[in-house]
């Protein structure tokens, strides 16, 4: 399953499609050039329990270190995911 990634200059997401079909996605919107708001996370219900949600996250903090962008993680599956893994929490702001 190959994590995607979209984002039009001011939102944008990292997700898993299939044909026209997303299965999972993590939505996030910038708020300044380098602070990024994590919103929304979502996983179809055939996918919950397999870690998606968590690649999903790792996806975006690779980007985010490469980017130079903190994160503000609003979404509560990302605020949980961020306290329970201290190996990501170098890019909340």
Known sequence: MEIQHQFDGK???????????????MVYVMAGPKKMIIEHTEVDEFLKGQGIG??????????VRKEEIKVLPLCPFAKATFKKRVDLQDVLN
């Open 11 to 25: 939102r944008g997401s990292f997700f898993v499609e299939e044909g026209a079909r997303r299965f999972a996605e």
């Open 54 to 63: 968590a690649k999903l996250l790792e996806a975006l903090v690779d980007y």
